[in-house]
């Protein structure tokens, strides 16, 4: 631990950043630490951060559009800035660009970007982020080389939160969805791909997802999760619980099929076999390495539909998928670390350098 507490910002962009650092920002509150954050006001951010019970400030609105973007940037900017300022931030972290910029205007502080996109698919944030900041934090899967400032480690952010150490699944959730504990149930994910990073991409289309509903209710309940208005005839499947709930849901399930990245990486870590159908398969190193190299998740393009129900199939017929899976999941574990854990050191560490630098 530091000697002397320290003066954190964490700035959250994405719901899915709530969930990456909320557990590192109870050991380092609890540790005496001074945590201030501020979030961009997108889907569920805010409501995650008051379920968790944090307190926060918003920085920005999700806007849409270049204009609306590049507008939103300056604003996030100027408001990040302001609170740590206020705060006499020393380390500024997140996913986000922001916190470099601001980072670069107050005396003495420092960025650390936590990432786990390719630089080749988040262009935009990286060609921003990227070049200030003051550190670069990546999984070391990534093929990428940022220089002297790019510290890579052995995990994915998703073991920040899923990770055994930090994550015990609890099956009376079940309840919640009316199922019980063996019953056969599959969760699908919908999003929206309209992010800056999604433009121009596209996954499970309309009649795909029909069919995909009609094939896995002749096996057992089905679930939907979706960030766009459903269709009235998907309507019944919608999944109404606790966002904070959702990956006890998801540990439980048969199978996950959907078109978002995030769900996928979590279900896979988590051992329940992902499906994923969008036009980034193939393309997300993360994903790719759980895919390739221990065989928990398949990613189809658009095209391979067919490919796609085939290999569905196939897994609907194993006898033992979760026992298989499980087992996965355990040798890709044994393989990787507690993302929390780490984290918190390094940034604790990171910060007495810094400080011994200043001496």
Known sequence: MSAAPLRLLVDIGHPAHVHLFRNAMRIWLDRGHHVVITIR?????????????????????ARRGTSGLALELLEHDWNVLQVARCNKSQLLLGTSVSITHAARLLKGARSIVFNEDDANVARTFTRL???????????????????????????????????????????????????????RYFLIRLV?????????????????????????????????????????????????????????ILYYATLFIGDSQSMTVEAAVLGTPAIRCNT??????????????????????????????????????KANLREEWQQKRARMLADKIDVTAWMVDFVERYAENLLERRL
């Open 129 to 183: 982020a990227y070049p200030l900041a003051h550190a670069i934090v990546t999984p070391a899967c990534l093929n990428e080389n940022h220089g002297s400032k790019h510290i890579k480690y052995d995990g994915y952010q998703k073991l920040a939160y899923l990770h055994p150490n930090v994550f015990t699944p609890n099956p009376e959730m079940l309840s919640r969805l009316g199922v019980r504990i063996g019953e």
């Open 192 to 248: 929206s791909l309209q992010a800056a990073h999604d433009k121009g991409q596209n996954g499970l289309d309309p009649a795909s997802r029909r069919r995909l509903v009609q094939m896995l209710s002749k096996h057992g309940r089905v679930f939907i999760t979706s960030e766009f208005p459903l269709p009235e005839e998907f309507e019944p499947y919608r999944m109404a619980i606790s966002p904070t709930d959702i990956h006890d």
């Open 41 to 61: 006001d997108k889907d569920l951010t805010a409501r995650l951060l008051d379920l968790y019970g944090f307190s926060y400030t918003v920085a920005s609105t």
């Open 280 to 317: 980034f398969a193939g393309r997300i190193s993360v994903l790719q390495e759980l895919e390739h190299k221990y065989g928990l998740t398949y990613s189809f393009l658009p095209a391979q539909e067919e490919l796609m129900f085939a290999r569905i199939q196939e897994l609907l017929n």
